[in-house]
């Protein structure tokens, strides 16, 4: 193998401190969404803690992709302006409290070399910790440099992608996106300018600004959240995609799901321009 293949294997960054509070909290449901119809009791509960009546705030599973934002195994290189999301896969371990200091743990676990002008596939991990030591949540991310890679290294072995049922959807949901909710959304950590300048999105070959990824990531968790969970964020036991095309602020997401027992299969289409923008779903409810 490359010495730059050992140089990204050998990542790691350990004891990483972080803290969040129930500003952060509210700021992400409010980033991926909720919250749009101020008089809908069920989504105020995620992004409203002023109440004439208490009630405990809610915090969104996903919540967990932005709680310690920057943490990770290290410095890689890469060409940021060609970088892109593959794939996110979290399991929740315990629910997330309203406010905490945590730690995270951050190490690569493969990478996969496509060729010259292929790209290179970065799989890492992150372990979120609270402060007693307990897991919190374990996030696996892929990241996908399309201007990378020809350096030497495997370029097979990625996980294969969930298996989706061969019959039509359960269910179906519909749920929109604000024209401004990269704005919003890139508050919570991920300030790339893909995400709010025209010119930089031009010159990485898209028309506009796209939405983060990790946004429809959190949309897709809202869809299931409110179809199957009737709202409790307690009943996530895992979430998991693949991202296949970005969404453009403004559009209509339509999640298409199936249940099988505890297991949410899912995708996520952009009808207006007939793309699927989220593959291989999956959530476990437990």
């Not at 300030?191 to 949309?219: K, Q, V, W």
Request: proline share 7%; net charge neutral; with cysteine.
């Amino acid at each position: 193998m490359s010495a730059r293949y050992d140089e990204l294997m050998a990542l790691r960054n350990l004891g990483q401190n972080y803290a969040y509070t129930d500003r952060d909290v509210m700021l992400y449901a409010y980033g991926i969404g909720m919250g749009a119809d101020p008089m809908d009791e069920n989504e105020l509960g995620f992004v409203n803690e002023a109440t004439y009546t208490h009630r405990p705030l809610k915090v969104v599973p996903t919540f967990a992709s932005v709680a310690a934002w920057g943490a990770g195994p290290g410095e890689m290189n890469l060409n940021r302006l060609l970088v892109v999301d593959g794939e996110r896969d979290i399991t929740f371990h315990r629910p997330l409290p309203v406010a905490a200091k945590i730690t995270a743990d951050s190490s690569v676990l493969d990478v996969f070399d496509k060729g010259k002008d292929k790209g290179v596939v970065i799989r890492h991990k992150t372990v979120l910790r609270n402060e007693a030591g307990e897991e919190l949540a374990t996030l696996l991310a892929s990241r996908f440099a399309r201007g990378d890679g020809g350096f030497g290294g495997p370029s097979e072995g990625q996980p294969e992608p969930h298996q989706m049922p061969g019959r039509a959807p359960d269910r179906t949901v519909d749920i929109t996106t604000r024209p401004d909710q990269a704005l919003v959304y890139r508050l919570c950590g991920d300030r790339n300018p893909l995400h709010s300048d025209p010119e930089f999105a031009r010159r990485a070959g898209f028309p506009r600004p796209i939405l983060h990824g990790m946004c429809t990531y959190g949309i897709t968790c809202r869809g299931v959240l409110q179809t199957y969970t009737d709202y409790d964020p307690t009943a996530f036991r895992q979430h998991a995609v693949r991202f296949s095309s970005p969404v453009y602020p403004g559009e209509t997401v339509t999640m298409e799901m199936w249940k099988d027992g505890g297991l949410i299969s899912f995708e996520a289409k952009v009808k207006a321009r007939d793309v699927t923008v989220i593959k291989s779903g999956r959530t476990m409810l437990g």
